[in-house]
């Protein structure tokens, strides 16, 4: 669901922004951290079906899926420094990419090197839009085990006179049928389940907030949903084995509310890569969009 561009609160700093990074950051979590990750992306449900699930919602013998690379010390991002001028309120995530290298522990602290990749500028009245890589290392042992890349829009904070040159273009669903289907189902709680993993921002818990951003009631994580549908392709397409994924990358095209279900579909591609989209069911709405999950 497209919304108006918000006023600019302030410039963008961007000089300050790029000249700062990189960003050394640390972080750890548990094996309970990785259950509530877990429970968040709807493994909950699945488990009581498939008891083969029951490692990822159980501390005693946790499993971490890959997803939860993309939610690592997301609270502590040093882009809501108030110094860089970004306009919080105007900013959307529109991309998400991760590149898997290792399994990720159960229990694990983490070197995280923060940087801006790219700062793209598309004029004072269409934003700006900027991607922060993040690497996340084992400090136990030195293995690097995720690049996360994350694309955000950022609408109140264009015309700092910047370039728009190579600005990220939409990647389409291959023009042919899908190859297969699956069906998942959100819960109404999920969004609130799914804030424990660090994602704080009131649109998706607190109703007043998500009405004065132009939505009926709170919105569900993109974050959420992408962890969502590849929780379900590698149940389909992996029997299940998530230390398969090496990657998995997806725009987020449109809105999602929690207890919404999503009609995902999928196409092989080569080398053990698909890709898929997601649509809301209820309402034929494209959600997630671009989408690519390789396993190997």
């Excluded at 990074?21 to 640390?26: H, N």
């Excluded at 890349?149 to 990220?168: D, Q």
Aim: hydrophobic fraction near 45%; proline fraction near 7%; charged fraction near 20%.
């Amino acid at each position: 669901m497209a919304q108006p561009l918000l006023p600019m609160v302030r410039p963008l700093q961007a000089d300050t922004l790029l000249a700062d990074g990189p960003w050394a950051q640390s972080h750890g979590w548990s094996a309970r951290d990785a259950v509530i990750y877990n429970l968040g992306i709807g493994f909950g449900a699945a488990a009581v079906d498939d008891p083969r699930l029951l490692p990822y919602v159980l501390e005693e013998e946790a499993l971490a899926f890959p997803t939860m690379a993309g939610v690592v010390n997301m609270d502590d991002s040093p882009l809501l420094r108030p110094a860089y001028g970004i306009d919080l309120a105007g900013m959307l995530h529109g991309e998400e990419a991760m590149e898997i290298l290792r399994p990720l522990p159960a229990t694990c602290q983490v070197a995280i090197t923060a940087e801006i990749e790219h700062l793209w500028d598309k004029g004072a009245e269409r934003g700006a839009i900027l991607r922060l890589r993040r690497t996340l290392v084992d400090t136990a042992n030195g293995d690097a085990l995720a690049i996360v890349r994350s694309t955000l829009l950022l609408r109140g904070n264009g015309g700092f006179g910047g370039s728009a040159a190579g600005v990220p273009r939409q990647r389409l669903a291959p023009e042919r049928p899908a190859d297969g289907r699956i069906c998942a189902t959100t819960r109404p709680e999920q969004a609130l389940l799914y804030r424990l993993t660090g994602d704080r921002n009131p649109l998706h818990n607190d109703p007043p907030t998500a009405r004065a951003a132009g939505y009926p009631r709170p919105i569900l994580m993109g974050l959420c949903s992408l962890g969502i549908a590849a929780r379900v392709l590698t149940a389909r397409l992996a029997d299940g084995d998530a230390a398969c994924v090496r990657a998995i990358e997806v725009r987020f095209a449109g809105i999602v509310f929690p207890g919404d279900s999503l009609d995902i579909h999928w196409w092989t591609l080569a080398d053990g890569a698909f890709a898929f989209e997601a649509r809301v069911i209820a309402r034929d709405a494209l959600v997630l969009s671009g989408g690519r999950i390789r396993f190997g």
